[in-house]
């Protein structure tokens, strides 16, 4: 069944406009009568039922809710150092299917086009399209673009915070995650293609941040973030 997303189901009359109401009338080409499913970023599933498709909007009639299964049980938030923007899509695409709940852009030392930050509108619309195509009913959260060192009270708030350093050469991910299996609201750090500078290392750590290393070979910024993200939600039962 179709989903569409709106910013919120209030009555048992939905209006759909813009972009959605295009993809159901112009691109889906969906006729009065069919059957559709509604999300609107809480944990309800809306099943309706199209009783006008007109110009520039439809009408869909909720026929009842059911709880959303595919939304993330645990509670992950990516910090991910500003990359490439088609790559910075790439992350927040596949960190929503793999069940990411929020997601921090930040600027580092060695960040290319500081100016410009994280396109937000275009990443959210990303998450949004993302959330449809992988049955989600709440999108991963994207929050401003920070700076890495205005990140302390944000990360004040994880009980486990794994972050990813090139540079390490003691602990390995497997062994940082087996000495912490009951964390409840975990953070993940992943920095540029630059990587990071050794004030910055030292900051992070100075967060309680724990620093790990994700194996021999030197990952690129999005590898990181996709595997250490499907790595730790493994480890904390997201997929069982
Ligand atoms: N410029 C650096 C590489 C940066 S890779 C260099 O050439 O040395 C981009 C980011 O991915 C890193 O900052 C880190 O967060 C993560 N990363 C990549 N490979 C890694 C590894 N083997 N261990 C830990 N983190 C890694």
Known sequence: MKTFFVDHVNSNLITLSGDEHNHLKNVMRLQVGDNVKVVCGNEFNYFCTISEINKNSSVLKVDGRELNQANPKVNLTCYMALIKNDNLSLVVQKLTELGCSTFVPFESRYTVNKDKGAKSDKLSLISKQSLKQCGRSIPMQIL????????????????LIIFANETEKSLSLTDALNQNSSSKNIAIIVGCEGGFEQSEIDYLVNQGAISVSLGSRILRAETASIMLSAIVLNHFKEYV
């Not at 401003?144 to 009270?153: E, G, S, V």
């Open 144 to 159: 401003p673009t920070q700076k890495l060192t205005n990140l302390t009270d944000m990360l004040s708030k994880h009980d």
